[in-house]
């Protein structure tokens, strides 16, 4: 998947193409050329212990359970992430439908286009299904909508209600409606949110290992910076720090004004002593995502740098605080804002421009959200991004974000809080 660093840097790489592809290349090269302080780093690959065929398993008696609690016959996934969760399935197709619909009781069926059946069979074998799976194949010059159609009315469901997943493409869920006329069609989010929202204790070590793994790249990095190098030269020290560690995984970088820029800019940026440098990035492990921010300067920071990186550091620690089980979701994002405008960088959006977080898990972004008005209930084991900023334009933005676990009791950081501009890692 193409991360919004990876596309901002894409982007800016066509403006600059020259210089930067032989670093590019350096970099795809077993990384021959890192600092000491990125070829000191030992992997971590053996510490994530793959998802299990028992896991999923158990997630789709959970989904069973959501359908029938939300008057669903069945759910209907197609190619991403509920997908994986639910399967181990992989996918890429394009304008085919490859399906998967898992009814609230009964077994599981695939649609597949015909010449993909060697594919599909390949990773439904390693499903909870793999045994002996309905695989229901498709020609091209044939409608997959009637496979669907045809599979619900052998489940005895195809006047029943069918959720859709979210991400399903228009074409495909238009198509269906056509085709299955006798079925009512709503969202399966309060099914697939339901699951993925709620992280079981080994999802939840993943997640800690992938922000470990994150933290740690972060400060190989940040002892290899030098004045004078590139916003690309620094992402790509970002990424082999994490292939160091076993990983892939990437950052956005940002100098200066630029810093302001929440989600970047793909202006040429340079480092230059004693302004602020931004990265924010994360990887994956077995799936699992992190997504932590670091701010900081190379040399000494100025006052007015100093005040605004305490304020979001207490606006973080303020949301941290005001985690916990049943707190609405919006009352954390209030939580950090009410600090940040307290401090003179309110009112509302003016200066903190965005939520206070957003769910985590196998997407970097995904149910549920920090953001205002929103009323859901935290629950333990619940994750999210906590990450305040203040965005001052034409001068700088500070940003830390690191993610949080929902406990019975409050909230945990997977990663200690930065504690400062000039020593964002603590003392060596």
């Known amino acids: 998947m193409l991360s919004r660093r990876r596309f901002l840097k894409t982007g800016s790489i066509a403006a600059s193409v020259g210089a930067v592809l032989p670093k590019l290349a350096e970099a795809s090269e077993g990384d021959q050329h890192v600092p000491p302080s990125i070829a000191a780093l030992k992997s971590l690959r053996d510490e994530a212990r793959p998802i299990t065929l028992d896991e999923r398993s158990q997630r789709q008696e ?6 029938r609690e939300n008057n669903l016959s069945a759910i209907l996934l197609a190619e991403g992430t509920s997908l994986n969760y639910f399967t181990g399935i992989r996918w890429w197709g394009g304008e085919r439908l490859f399906a998967m619909v898992l009814p609230a009781k009964g077994e ?3 649609v597949a286009p015909a010449f993909e059946e060697g594919r599909a069979r390949e990773q439904i074998t390693l499903s909870p299904d793999g045994a002996h799976p309905d695989v229901r194949i498709w020609q091209e010059n044939e ?3 009637e496979r669907v159609t045809q599979g619900l009315s052998d489940r005895g469901i195809a006047g029943g209600t069918i959720g859709i997943e979210e991400t399903v493409k228009f074409v495909f869920s238009d198509s269906l409606k056509k085709a299955a006329a006798g079925a009512t069609f709503t969202s399966a989010t309060p099914v697939t949110a339901g699951c993925r929202m709620i992280k079981s204790p080994h999802e939840i070590e993943l997640m800690r290992l992938a922000s470990k793994v994150t933290l740690t790249a972060y400060q190989a990095t940040y002892s290899a ?3 004078g190098m590139t916003h690309h030269e620094v992402a790509d020290l970002v990424e082999a720090a994490h292939r160091q560690l076993g990983f892939e995984g990437d950052a956005l970088v940002l100098f200066g004004e630029f810093s302001a820029f929440p989600h970047g800019s793909v202006t040429p940026q340079v480092i230059h002593e004693g302004t602020i440098i931004l990265i924010d990035g994360g990887c994956r492990a077995e799936g699992y995502s992190s997504d932590i921010t670091r701010t900081f300067v190379i040399g000494k920071a100025s006052d007015k740098m100093k005040q605004v990186f305490d304020i979001v550091h207490r606006a ?15 009352s954390i994002d209030a939580a950090a804002r009410q600090v940040i405008s307290d401090a003179g960088y ?3 959006y003016k200066y903190f421009t965005h939520r206070l977080g957003h769910g985590m898990g196998m997407d970097g972004h995904e149910w549920p959200y920090l953001v205002r008005g929103n009323p859901l209930k935290l629950q333990p084991h619940m994750t999210f ?3 305040p900023g203040v965005y001052i334009r034409g001068e700088f933005g500070i940003r830390l974000e690191d993610d949080m676990h929902i406990t019975e009791n409050g909230a945990e950081l997977f990663t200690p809080q930065s504690p400062s501009l000039e020593e964002p890692f603590g003392r060596s």
């Open 316 to 330: 973080q620690s303020a949301a941290l605080a005001a985690a916990k089980p049943r707190a609405e979701a919006g």
């Open 225 to 227: 910076l030098k004045v």
């Open 346 to 348: 309110g009112p509302d």
């Open 62 to 67: 959970r989904a069973r359970q959501l359908m």
């Open 108 to 110: 599981a069926f695939y």
């Open 385 to 387: 991004s906590d990450e």
């Open 143 to 145: 409608s997959p909508y």
